[in-house]
């Protein structure tokens, strides 16, 4: 019984690196870095934790940490990827989402940009990923 959890665990576990690096790949093909992926799995380990020890080999998907750095080695360093969204759009987005103590994109430090100009978003996959990916299908 143990053994058997153990395969199906490896097999999901490597099932779930594949589908990282393919997300890694449609991220780069939009030229968005995909170390916004290990951000979101930064944030997902600040908010559940990691899976430690012995019950990591039992576990379906693989640790955070391993999923953030692979994340961040993917990224080229020296390249410069596009921001997600403009100033005007992280607004309308955290205002949408119900962000408080984010909602005003000012208190960021944009106050002297353009409400269309790019920004450096700092979470960056929370952009219109699936108008990226829509993109990249048709180019």
């Known amino acids: 019984m143990l053994a058997n959890q153990l ?7 490597a099932a779930e690196t594949r589908a ?3 997300a890694h790949g449609v991220l780069e093909a939009a030229n968005v870095t995909p ?3 290990g951000s979101f799995f930064k944030r997902m ?3 559940n934790g990691d899976v ?3 019950a ?25 990827y596009d921001p997600v969204l403009s100033k005007g759009q992280w607004r309308d987005l955290q205002r949408i989402c119900g962000t408080s103590s984010d909602a005003d994109p000012d208190a960021n430090g944009w106050e002297d940009e353009a409400d269309d100009a790019p920004i450096d978003n700092p979470r960056p996959n929370r952009g219109n990923s699936s108008a990226r990916a829509q993109d990249v299908k048709t180019k």
């Open 35 to 37: 170390s916004a992926l």
């Open 7 to 13: 395969v199906n665990a490896s097999y999901s576990q």
């Open 20 to 22: 990282d690096e393919f």
């Open 45 to 47: 380990q600040d908010e």
């Open 52 to 54: 430690e020890g012995f």
């Open 56 to 80: 990591a080999h039992l576990s379906s998907h693989p640790q955070f940490a391993k999923r953030i750095a692979a994340s961040a080695s993917a990224a080229h360093s020296g390249h410069t």
